[in-house]
Nanobody, 117 residues
């Protein structure tokens, strides 16, 4: 059974940076897309950024210019470099992987990012 494990969360001051990592155990048939989502207290889970196997990226407007997603599909790993962090970025960040072959979705359990002075 495939498991996604996130790491790199923590407490950071406004304006600071963090790098999140997500690694998978096992293999995913025809992995097509990997991404990051976040869920802030009292809010619904929202897309942060995604990356496809061919390198196409997509970002939420709120993070464009500040966050960068990258990934290694052969190793089933995905990263999120977060710069110029704001208190509104405080959330649990989840990693997601999608098989373009089976349509199956895989989620990690999340890592907490807190932006506060």
């Amino acid at each position: 059974q495939v498991q996604l494990v996130e790491s790199g969360g923590g407490l950071v001051q406004p304006g600071g940076s963090l790098r999140l990592s997500c690694a998978a155990s096992g293999s995913i048939f025809r992995l097509g897309v990997m991404g990051w989502y976040r869920e802030a207290p009292g809010k619904e889970r929202e897309l942060v950024a995604t990356i496809t196997r061919i390198g196409t990226t997509n970002y939420a407007d709120s993070v464009k210019g500040r966050f960068t997603i990258s990934g290694d599909f052969a190793k089933i790993t995905v990263y999120l470099q977060m710069n110029s962090l704001k208190p509104d970025d405080t959330a649990v960040y989840y990693c997601k992987a999608v098989s373009s072959g089976s349509g199956m979705l895989y989620w990690g359990k999340g890592t907490l990012v807190t932006v506060s002075s």
